[in-house]
Each structure stands twice: as C-alpha cells, then as structure tokens.
C-alpha cells in the first residue's frame, strides 16, 4: 500500500459505508490492540507449558514404564514440539502472508478488505509483530477511507509496538500516520512522523511520497524558505513521480517560491503544475492554498 | 517538540553507485541466450516436504541407536532444518531487496549499474517469477532507453509471452514494443502491435495506456511521414499526454515535428514549448533522434 498525496484529501470522496460494506470493523480504540496481544502471549505461554510438560513425561517419566523405550519418548516428543512449532507458525505465516496481501489490496477494494480484516483479527496466539501488521492493515483502510483521525491513532498504537520482522513496514506507517495527520490538521502529528523517517533508509518510492508530504506540511505551516530549499533538486526528484502527484508538488512548490518573491522560478514551477494536474484537482488544491490563482 | 524546526531537508536525486568496470549492453542474441539459460521455474512440489522427512528420517534413525547421541538425533534434525528455514527466508529477503534496488537503479537512470545488476540476479530468481519478470522488464527499459531497441523487443517479448493478453501491463508493453520496433525501422511489427493493442482498448483510449498509445501512433506518423493524420489523431494534446506525466513531453515534441511539417509553424512552437517545459530539449533529442531538429531550430 502506497499512500497517496491527494489534492484535497478533505474532500475525497468516503467508500461507501452503508450496507454490508464499511461495517465489519468497529471503531479502534488503543486498548483494544494490547489487550489482543497480552491474550496472544497467554494463550503461547500456556500452549509451551504445556508441551513442556508433555516432553517431560514422554521423555523424562514414561520410559522404563509399560515397555516404552527412552528412544520413542524423544521421538513422540520431537514430533509433538514439531507439530505444534509448525501449527503455530504456519498460522502465524498465513496471517502475515494476509496481511501483506490485504494491504495491496486496500487502494482499490476497501469494501473486501472491511469484510476479511475482522476474521484475521480474530485469530488466537498470534506473535506480537503479526497481530500489529493487521492494524497496519486496519490504518491503511481507514486513510483510504477518508477516517483520517481514526487512521492517525492506529497508525500512533502500531508504532508504539516492536514491529520485528516486520520493523521494514515503519517508514510506511510513518508515513501513512504523516499524511492522515496533515489530513485531519495534525502539524505536530505530521512534523513528528516527517522527522523519524529522516533517521532511517528508505526507498525510493518512500523518499518520493515523502517529498510530497514534506512540502505540503511546509507550505501549509507557511516554512516556504524550507520549501525552497534544494527547489530544483527537488523538481528533480519530483519528475520521478506520477504525473498528478508530480503536478500537486510543483503546484505547492510554485505557492513557496512566490510568497519568497521568487516569481521566475514560481511562474515556470506553476507552468509545469498546469501542465501536469487535472484543472479540478488544481482546482482544489487553489481552494486549500496549495496552488497559485488562476 | 519544536514545530518551528524545519525538518530536514529531502536530499536530491541520490548518485550512481561506486564506478565499476562498464557494462557492455548485450545484443538481441545475447539476451535471448541468457533469458533461455534463466527461464524461470516453479520448484518441484515435493521439495516442501523435504524438511519433514529429513526429521522423520532422523527419529527413524533414532530407534535402532541405542548410545545418547541416537536419541539427540530427531532434535539435532529439527534444529537443522529450522535453521536452514531461517537461512533460506534470509536469502529470499536479500534477493528482494536487490531486485528492489535494481530497480531503483533503472527509474534513476543509471543504465550501466541497473543492466548489471539485474543481468547477474536473473539466474538467482529462476523459482521466484515475480521478481524474474521485475528483473527482465528492468533489462528490456534500460535497453529501450539506450537505443539498443532489438534487445529491448526481445525482453519485452519474454515477458508478453507470460503475460495474459488482456492484461494493463501486456498493454503498455505492446506499446513500447511498437515505439521499438517502429524506432529499429520494423514498421509492420509495429503496425501489427498497434492494431493488438486497439482491438483490446477500443474506444477506452484515456489514462496512461491510451496516451503512450497516441504516442506509439505519433512516432508512426513521424516514421511514415503521414504528418496530418498524426496531427488529427491527437486533437487536445495537453488532456491526451497529461497522464504519462513528464514523459508526456514526447508526446508534445513529435506533435510539434508533425504541426511543423504540416507548416503550422506557431502551433508547432507552443507544441514544442510545452515539451522542453516538461524536459529539455537535449533530453528530448536523446531519446528520440528525430526530435534533434526541432531542438537545434528552436536553438538556432
């Protein structure tokens, strides 16, 4: 899932949330995610006891009894430690496995996910990092679906969480928790999550969605100097992105370079916005301040 | 935490890696060779159970050992073959991230290290064919880029022939097979690509398919000197070639050669205006060699 930089995220419209769509998941409140995960680690610490002590019978007490050799105790143990290491791991693998999947499928069939989402989030004795890929999941949906506060205190719990193997996801849910910020009027949210990303390596893609974000959070909060910084570096990079996406950072980057009283640079950055977005969305980005007047 | 503190600047277009021995582009038969020799594979069924009986093998194994180190076997298994598990997920996540990193090699441009790269990890991505199509269609636009467009035809034919027909992807790969082959002189196949790709799209010819695919159709008028119907084809350029973004600018330039060659000349001025506010005309003239004439009467 890629977040998008939208032109008037405000006025996207919502997927449809009436009917069976839009109604599987309640609404998120933080507590719900520890709570899942301090049952998930009950339920493994019970299921390890409990083999424990069922090696330790089959290996440790049963042998010499009833014509069992010390031999086939270990070999009943080995197996039972395999079959239950496997069940658990493969349950945990397919969970992970869905939540990747679902996650793709997010930007284009939300109503689907709404629906398959809950079963997963149903599901016993995850490990930590998995159950918090689901809630990833959760955020991506709710910033699809234009549930930007909801999406900001998801993408706030999953942080707060080790995300282990799954620690390469964080840039994403920065980001993702940076934009639904600046969606839902969150500086200090967005400025947050912008400042952790620049402590760690992303990808290209990451490092272009963010550029998108940075310079909407900067000309939004009026830092047109930051803004301007780097300019053509930046329009460089920029060209790298999808033609609307690059035509909505030209168009803020146009706004920064006026207001510093650079109308060259301003008048040849809003040439190429023109030439770049829809007229509507440049249409709604003037109406937010994001672009020059016509 | 301080708002008022600029975050840190985004650093500009990251630099080519470490300057290595050049990397020759392969020719057409080359390439060919050495898809044929990395043709991908699915792993055999039964290699997923190969885990399990290497544990059963050893608590077999077990029962006719009766010293301690007989019964450590089943375990000494196990940990072996969750150990292997984690090692084998390791190169699998290394392999990702290569193919992710070529790839990001070949969107910044930097040819010589994106077609090594992805040339060396084709044969280590044999049983993964999601990244081995990542990798070729890596080698196929790295080559279209560079001018060696008969190689270029051969990796975008590898991947058509996985592909279903009707697939976006297969879509704009005709596409770019029909500006190659056009480019290489190959007019009928590219003729011949062009009518597939119509058939599928019909009218459906807005968003990004159907601008690379007017622009497909203007580099045949260019090539076939049928100017005027390049000119009627694309009646509001600016909507049609909004969607590639700033390689629309191709689409401005050979509109421009054609209302040039129409005689409009002041239409092919804002034409070609419109391309070099998009991308320079040095740029334009690089990828296109036609468009250098344009670029050296604007200059003039």
Excluded at chain 1, 10 to 19: N, W
Excluded at chain 2, 235 to 255: K, M, Q, S, Y
Aim: neutral net charge; contains cysteine; charged residues 20%.
């Amino acid at each position: 899932m890629t977040p998008t930089l939208t032109p008037n995220p405000a006025g996207r419209p919502a997927v449809e949330t009436d009917g069976v769509s839009g109604t599987a998941l309640p609404t998120f409140s933080p507590g719900r995610m520890l709570r899942e995960i301090q049952r998930d680690r009950l339920i493994r610490v019970a299921l390890a006891l409990a083999v424990g002590l069922a090696v330790l019978l089959l290996a440790g007490w049963l042998p010499g009894r009833a014509g069992v050799t010390a031999g086939w105790g270990l070999f009943v143990s080995a197996l039972l430690v395999l079959a239950v290491w496997v069940t658990l791991s493969v349950g945990n693998a397919k969970a992970a496995g869905a939540a990747r999947g679902l996650l793709v499928m997010v930007e284009h069939q939300p109503d689907q996910v709404e629906q398959v989402l809950p079963g997963l989030l149903e599901r016993k004795a995850l490990v930590g990092w998995v159950r918090v890929m689901l809630y990833h999941t959760w955020a991506a949906l709710r910033h699809r679906q234009g549930r930007h506060a909801e999406a900001v205190s998801l993408c706030r719990s999953v942080l707060s969480q080790p995300l282990g193997p799954g620690e390469g996801a964080r840039p994403s849910v920065l980001l993702l928790l940076a934009e639904s910020a600046l969606e839902s009027g969150e500086m200090v949210s967005a400025y947050e999550a912008l400042f952790a990303t620049h402590a760690m390596p992303l990808t290209l893609g990451q490092v272009l969605q963010r550029l998108g974000l940075q310079t909407r959070y900067e000309v939004s909060t009026g830092a047109d100097d930051a803004a301007c910084q780097h300019l053509t570096a930046k329009a460089e990079l920029a060209e790298l992105m999808p033609g609307n996406l690059c035509g909505a950072t030209h168009a803020m980057l146009a706004v920064s370079a006026s207001r510093r009283g650079d109308a060259q640079r301003a008048a040849w950055l809003d040439a190429r916005a023109r030439l770049l977005c829809e007229p509507e969305q440049l249409e709604q980005l003037r109406e937010q301040g994001l672009a020059l007047p016509a | 935490m301080n708002v008022r503190k600029p975050l840190p600047s985004t650093p500009a277009l990251p630099g080519p890696p470490a300057p290595a021995e050049p990397f020759r582009p392969p020719s057409a038969e080359a390439l060919a060779a050495h898809l044929a020799t990395c043709e991908p594979r699915p792993l055999p069924p039964w290699v997923r159970f190969v885990p399990l009986g290497v544990v059963a093998f050893a608590a077999l194994l077990s029962f006719g050992v009766a010293d301690w180190w007989g019964a450590l076997l089943p375990w000494s298994a196990l940990l072996g073959v969750v150990w292997f598990g984690v090692w084998q997920r390791q190169q699998t996540a290394r392999r990702k991230v290569a193919v992710q990193w070529t790839q990001e090699l070949a969107m910044l441009r930097h040819h010589d290290h994106a077609l090594r790269s992805a040339w060396t990890l084709l044969p280590r991505v044999v049983h993964e064919p999601e990244d081995h199509g990542k990798l070729v269609a890596v080698v196929g636009h790295t080559l279209e880029d560079l001018g060696h467009r008969d190689a270029a035809a051969v990796a975008f034919d590898h991947l058509l022939q996985r592909m279903p027909e009707g697939h976006p992807g297969a879509l704009v790969l005709r596409v770019q097979k029909a500006i190659a082959a056009f480019e290489s002189d190959h007019l009928a196949d590219g003729d011949a690509e062009l009518r597939k790709i119509r058939s599928v799209i019909g009218g459906r010819d807005e968003g990004p398919l159907g601008a690379a695919y007017h622009t497909a159709r203007l580099v045949q008028s260019v090539r076939t000197n049928h100017f005027a119907e390049g000119v009627e084809d694309v009646p509001d350029p600016v909507t049609t070639f909004r969607p590639l973004g700033i390689d629309g600018a191709i689409g401005h330039g050979l509109l421009a050669y054609c209302l040039k060659q129409t005689g409009d000349n002041d239409a092919a001025t804002e034409a070609w205006n419109r391309a070099t506010l998009l991308l320079p005309g040095s740029e334009l003239a690089r990828r296109l060699p036609v468009l250098a004439v344009m670029r050296n009467e604007a200059t003039a």
